[in-house]
């Protein structure tokens, strides 16, 4: 008898198991990659200052995620670029940072200005060792004083 009330143990020990295994939550769902949308003027005079402020006016702030889990990316370079008055791209409109633990970036400079009839906008570049690098545009309308922006990186792997 003793030996059955021992297999009764383990039976119900091993089922609680499994039943646990079963209602773990389930991994979060993937984000969906951010698109590129061009390359804009990177690559022209090399890399841009480390910085995080280089005006005033305009905050543009934002997180860069993960696709797989859509979990923060630490340690992402984040690079802008914007043109000054009459549409020139020169290094005072240039900046890099990079993200924390919480895959956070803030610039803050002058607003984005219109020229020839474009939008303005600011570049973006978001790279990280073993993701796909991705370059956008993020178009503001005149006079706003910030925008927000979330970036979502595809693995390499």
């Given at each position: 008898?003793?030996?059955l009330v021992?297999c009764?143990?383990?039976?119900?020990?091993?089922?609680?198991?499994?039943?646990?295994?079963?209602?773990?939550?389930?991994?979060?769902?993937?984000?969906?990659?951010?698109?590129?949308?061009?390359?804009?003027?990177?690559?022209?005079?090399g890399?841009?200052?480390?910085?995080?402020?280089?005006?005033?006016g305009?905050?543009?702030?934002?997180?860069?995620l993960?696709?797989?889990?859509?979990?923060?990316?630490?340690?992402?370079?984040?690079?802008?670029w914007q043109?000054?008055k009459?549409?020139?791209?020169?290094?005072?409109?240039?900046?890099s940072?990079?993200?924390g633990?919480n895959?956070?970036?803030?610039?803050?400079?002058?607003?984005?200005?219109?020229?020839?009839?474009?939008t303005?906008?600011?570049?973006?570049?978001?790279?990280?060792e073993?993701?796909d690098e991705?370059?956008?545009?993020?178009?503001?309308?005149?006079?706003?004083?910030?925008?927000?922006?979330?970036?979502?990186?595809?693995s390499?792997?």
């Amino acid at each position: 008898m003793r030996s059955l009330v021992g297999c009764l143990v383990l039976v119900v020990s091993i089922a609680g198991l499994a039943a646990g295994a079963g209602s773990a939550a389930p991994a979060a769902a993937p984000c969906e990659v951010t698109e590129s949308d061009g390359f804009g003027p990177f690559g022209r005079g090399g890399s841009p200052p480390a910085r995080a402020v280089f005006g005033k006016g305009f905050v543009l702030s934002g997180k860069v995620l993960r696709s797989l889990d859509c979990k923060q990316l630490a340690n992402a370079t984040v690079e802008i670029w914007q043109a000054g008055k009459g549409g020139v791209y020169d290094k005072r409109g240039r900046a890099s940072i990079v993200t924390g633990k919480n895959g956070a970036f803030k610039f803050t400079g002058p607003p984005p200005v219109s020229y020839e009839g474009v939008t303005p906008h600011i570049h973006v570049r978001v790279s990280h060792e073993g993701y796909d690098e991705v370059a956008t545009t993020v178009r503001v309308t005149k006079n706003a004083k910030g925008a927000q922006l979330e970036i979502v990186l595809g693995s390499l792997l």
